[in-house]
């Protein structure tokens, strides 16, 4: 069975850095494109990053130069590299391969 387990959340300074990681079980990972989503109080869900299996990433616009995904094939691992941040990026922070979500970690900025 798959299971993604994101880790990395807490509270942080504007300004202020934090990785976040998301373990993977299961053998489909080197193979499956991995996101980052976010979910703010009161908003819904949206896509922050993306990373396919080979490599390439996609950002929101939110995001760009700030945030960096990446993965370790070798772990089942992706991160989330997430710099300057800002107080508009608190929120639970899930990860995602195909249909599987973790449940979410959380990370709030203060100002």
Same mark, same amino acid.
């Given at each position: 069975?798959? $299971?993604?387990?994101?880790?990395?959340?807490?509270? &942080? $300074?504007?300004? @202020?850095?934090?990785?976040?990681?998301? =373990?993977?079980?299961?053998?489909? *990972? #080197? =193979?499956?494109? +991995? !996101?980052?989503?976010?979910?703010?109080?009161?908003? $819904? %869900?949206?896509?922050?990053?993306?990373?396919?299996?080979? @490599?390439?990433?996609?950002?929101? !616009? #939110? &995001?760009? @130069? %700030? *945030?960096?995904?990446? %993965?370790? /094939?070798?772990?089942?691992?992706?991160?989330?590299? +997430? /710099?300057?941040?800002?107080?508009?990026?608190? @929120?639970?922070?899930?990860? %995602? +391969? =195909?249909?599987?979500?973790?449940?979410?970690?959380?990370?709030? &900025? #203060?100002?």
């Amino acid at each position: 069975q798959v $299971q993604l387990v994101e880790s990395g959340g807490g509270l &942080v $300074q504007a300004g @202020g850095s934090l990785r976040l990681s998301c =373990i993977v079980s299961g053998s489909i *990972f #080197s =193979i499956a494109a +991995m !996101d980052w989503y976010r979910q703010a109080p009161g908003k $819904q %869900r949206e896509l922050v990053a993306t990373i396919t299996s080979g @490599g390439s990433t996609n950002y929101a !616009d #939110s &995001v760009k @130069g %700030r *945030f960096t995904i990446s %993965r370790d /094939n070798a772990k089942n691992t992706a991160y989330l590299q +997430m /710099n300057s941040l800002k107080p508009e990026d608190t @929120g639970v922070y899930y990860c %995602r +391969m =195909i249909i599987y979500w973790g449940k979410g970690t959380l990370v709030t &900025v #203060s100002s």
